[in-house]
C-alpha cells in the first residue's frame, strides 16, 4: 500500500503541511480527476503534480515549453530520490536510448518531455501500451490565443485528452486572467476538471515604480547596499540589453548579458553561471527567465517598461521564489511606451494588435497608478485585495492628495475645445499657452481655454491628465496617435456637480532611496553565509545549482534556529529524509562550530 500524500509530502520532500489549495488538488489527481490549477510562482504548482505521480502506479508525463525547466525541476526531483528523467531535443542518442529504456522498465515516476516531442507519432504510440499515471501540462497558458506567450505546438495537446480518456490530466499556470482560463479548458478539453484559483498575490514582493531619469544611475543605487544577492534585470531591446550589462561588469558587477542573437554556447554559459550562484545580475530580453527554476532570486528590475501585466507579473514573479522577503523594481518612462506602441503597430494582424495594445494600455495604467500597486496588480486579474498591502511604493510612501476640481476642469474644457483631437502635448501646450508655429497655424491661440493653465508646469500637467486617464475621465483613441477624449464620466465633473481629489508627484529621491533600503534579516546573518558557503561547494561537486540542494529560506529557517542534531534538523522546512542522509551532517558541523 503507498504511503499517504502527507507521509510523502514529509519524508520526501521535507514540507511538513500543504499551503492551500495543493491537499485538494492531489486528492482530486490521485482519485482519477482532471484540474485546472491556477497558482502564483513559487506557491508550490509542482507538489500538485509531482506528489500524486509518487502515489500512483505507473509514469507521470510533464509536458514543459522550455529544456532549461524540465533540467532543474528533474535535478531536484533526483536529489530528493525520486527517479525522473527528461526526454528532449538535448539529449544525444545515448541517452535519449537509456531514457526510452528506463520508461518502458517502469523505472521512472516522472517524465519531463517538450510538447512537440510528445505529439510525435512514434512517442504517442510508444506510451499507449506503457502505465500513464497523469498528464501534466505545465506553464499552461501557452496554449492560449489569449496568453502573452501562446506557443501553436502547445495548443495541440487537446488530443490528449481524446487518445486517453482515462488518464487523469492536470494543467497548471500563474498567469491567466478569465478570459485565457475558459481558452485553456476548451482547448485541453478539459471542461468537467475541477478549478483551483489559489489566487495571485505574492506578498513577499515588495513593488515599485521609479520615474526613469538616468536609468543606469537609478540601477546602480537599487544595487549598491545588495551584496552578492542575485537578481535579473528586463530591457526591451538586445543592443540595450548588452549596453547595460557592459557598463554593469565594467562597474564591477558580476552581470552579464542574455537575448535571443546570443550563440547557443554563450546562452547556455550564462545561465549555468547564474544558477550556480557564479553569476550575480543577468541583463536580459524576455528570452531569459521562462525556464528558470532559480528560488534564490531576490529582485527584478525592468529597466523598460514590459509590454502587458502579464508579462509583468510573471517577469517580477521570478523574484523570492523561495518565499523570502524580494524587491520588483521598475523605471518608468513615457519614452518605452512609445517604443512598443511602434512595434505593435507593425504587426499585420489587427486584432492581435487591438489585444496588444489593450494589454500595453493597462500596463501603462499599473506605472501611473497613484493607489496600492498590489491592489492594481490583482486587480487585473479579478483577484481583490480588501486593503492596501504596506509593501509597496505608494503604501510606504503615500502621495499627498490636494483639491484638483479646477485644475480637472480647466483640462478637461481643453481637451473638448480642442474637438478631441490632439494628443497630450498639444492640449499641455494649449494649457499653457504655448505661442509655437502649430497653435497659430490651428487657430487654438483663440481658443478660451488657451493659457488659462501657466500655473502648471509641463511635468505637472503631464502628471494630471495622466491620472484623469487612469480614474476614466479621460480616454486615449490608441487607433488615432493617443488623441485625447473624453468619457461619460467627465460630465457630472464638468458640470460642477462632483469634486475631485488627485495625488501630487511624489518625491522620486525618497521613493529611489526607499526602494534600494536593505531588509534586516530575522537570522543569523553570519552562519547564514557560511551555511551558503557550504552549500555552494555541495553544489558544484554534485554540479547542479546550490538551490536544488536546499532553498535559500530552508538555510534560513537553520540560521535561525540552529538545530543541534538530525532530528532538530529534519523539523526544518526543505530537509526531507534523503536529504538528510546525504547533507545533515555537514550543515550540523558548521552550525556547532558557528556556535
Not at 521 to 526: C, S
Request: aromatic share 8%; charged share 25%; glycine share 8%.
Amino acid at each position: 500500500m503507498p504511503a499517504s500524500p502527507i507521509k510523502i509530502l514529509n519524508e520526501v520532500f521535507g514540507f511538513k503541511s500543504f499551503r492551500p489549495p495543493q491537499q485538494e488538488i492531489v486528492e482530486k489527481v490521485i482519485s482519477g480527476g482532471d484540474a485546472f490549477v491556477l497558482m502564483p510562482t513559487g506557491g508550490g504548482k509542482s507538489i500538485c503534480f509531482q506528489l500524486p505521480a509518487l502515489c500512483l502506479p505507473g509514469t507521470a508525463l510533464v509536458v514543459s515549453p522550455l529544456i532549461s525547466l524540465m533540467k532543474d525541476q528533474v535535478d531536484a526531483l533526483r536529489e530528493n530520490g525520486i527517479s525522473a528523467a527528461c526526454y528532449n531535443s538535448s539529449l544525444g542518442e545515448a541517452e535519449a536510448r537509456r531514457v526510452l529504456a528506463e520508461l518502458h522498465a517502469g523505472s521512472l515516476k516522472l517524465l519531463y518531455v517538450a510538447p512537440e516531442r510528445l505529439l510525435s507519432d512514434g512517442f504517442l504510440e510508444r506510451i499507449k501500451s506503457l502505465p500513464i499515471s497523469l498528464f501534466a501540462i505545465d506553464e499552461a497558458h501557452c496554449v492560449s490565443q489569449w496568453g502573452h506567450d501562446f506557443r501553436p505546438e502547445y495548443a495541440q495537446l487537446g488530443m490528449l485528452r481524446e487518445l486517453f480518456p482515462q488518464v487523469p490530466m492536470i494543467a497548471l499556470t500563474a498567469t491567466a486572467d478569465s478570459q485565457t482560463r475558459g481558452d485553456i479548458l476548451t482547448r485541453l478539453g478539459l471542461a468537467d476538471a475541477t478549478c483551483y484559483l489559489a489566487g495571485f498575490d505574492r506578498p513577499n514582493i515588495r513593488y515599485s515604480v521609479v520615474e526613469k531619469n538616468k536609468p543606469f544611475q537609478q540601477l546602480t543605487g537599487f544595487l549598491a547596499n545588495r551584496g552578492e544577492e542575485a537578481g535579473i534585470v528586463y530591457a526591451l531591446s538586445r543592443k540595450r540589453v548588452e549596453e547595460v550589462a557592459n557598463k554593469l561588469a565594467a562597474a564591477g558587477v558580476k552581470a552579464a548579458a542574455y537575448h535571443a542573437g546570443l550563440p547557443d554556447k554563450e546562452r547556455h554559459r550564462v545561465q549555468e553561471d547564474f544558477l550556480k550562484d557564479d553569476l550575480k545580475v543577468v541583463v536580459a530580453t524576455v528570452a531569459f527567465g521562462m525556464g528558470i527554476d532559480k528560488s534564490n532570486v531576490r529582485f527584478v528590475v525592468h529597466y523598460d517598461m514590459p509590454k502587458s501585466i502579464e508579462s509583468y507579473y510573471q517577469e517580477t514573479g521570478r523574484a523570492g521564489r523561495d518565499g523570502l522577503p524580494a524587491d520588483a523594481l521598475l523605471l518608468f518612462g513615457y519614452g518605452d511606451i512609445a517604443i512598443s506602441r511602434g512595434l505593435i503597430g507593425t504587426g499585420g494582424n489587427a486584432e492581435q494588435n487591438r489585444i496588444e495594445l489593450h494589454k500595453l494600455n493597462c500596463m501603462t495604467g499599473f506605472a501611473e497608478a497613484q493607489t496600492c500597486r498590489r491592489r492594481v496588480l490583482l486587480g487585473y486579474f479579478g483577484d481583490r485585495l480588501e486593503k492596501d498591502c504596506g509593501n509597496c511604493d505608494i503604501c510606504e510612501s503615500p502621495p499627498e492628495r490636494f483639491d484638483a476640481t479646477d485644475l480637472a476642469r480647466k483640462a478637461l474644457s481643453c481637451v473638448y475645445r480642442v474637438g478631441q483631437r490632439f494628443g497630450m502635448g498639444h492640449v499641455i501646450d494649449v494649457l499653457r499657452g504655448s505661442q509655437n508655429q502649430r497653435m497659430l497655424e490651428l487657430k487654438h491661440d483663440q481658443l478660451s481655454t488657451f493659457g488659462i493653465g501657466k500655473e502648471l508646469s509641463q511635468e505637472g500637467w503631464g502628471n494630471l491628465l495622466r491620472q484623469l486617464i487612469h480614474l476614466g475621465y479621460l480616454e486615449q483613441d490608441l487607433a488615432s496617435f493617443s488623441v485625447l477624449k473624453l468619457t461619460e464620466r467627465a460630465r457630472p465633473l464638468l458640470r460642477g456637480e462632483e469634486r475631485l481629489e488627485l495625488a501630487r508627484p511624489r518625491d522620486k529621491r525618497v521613493v529611489e532611496k526607499k526602494s534600494a533600503a536593505a531588509k534586516k534579516p530575522t537570522y543569523d546573518g553570519g552562519l547564514f553565509q557560511e551555511l551558503r558557503a557550504l552549500r555552494k561547494s555541495i553544489a558544484d561537486e554534485q554540479q547542479v545549482p546550490p538551490f536544488v540542494v536546499f532553498a535559500d529560506a530552508t538555510l534560513a529557517e537553520m540560521a535561525a534556529q540552529m538545530p543541534k542534531d538530525k532530528w532538530e534538523l529534519l523539523k526544518i522546512t526543505g530537509v526531507g529524509q534523503h536529504k538528510l542522509a546525504r547533507y545533515g551532517d555537514a550543515f550540523l558541523r558548521v552550525i556547532k562550530a558557528h556556535q
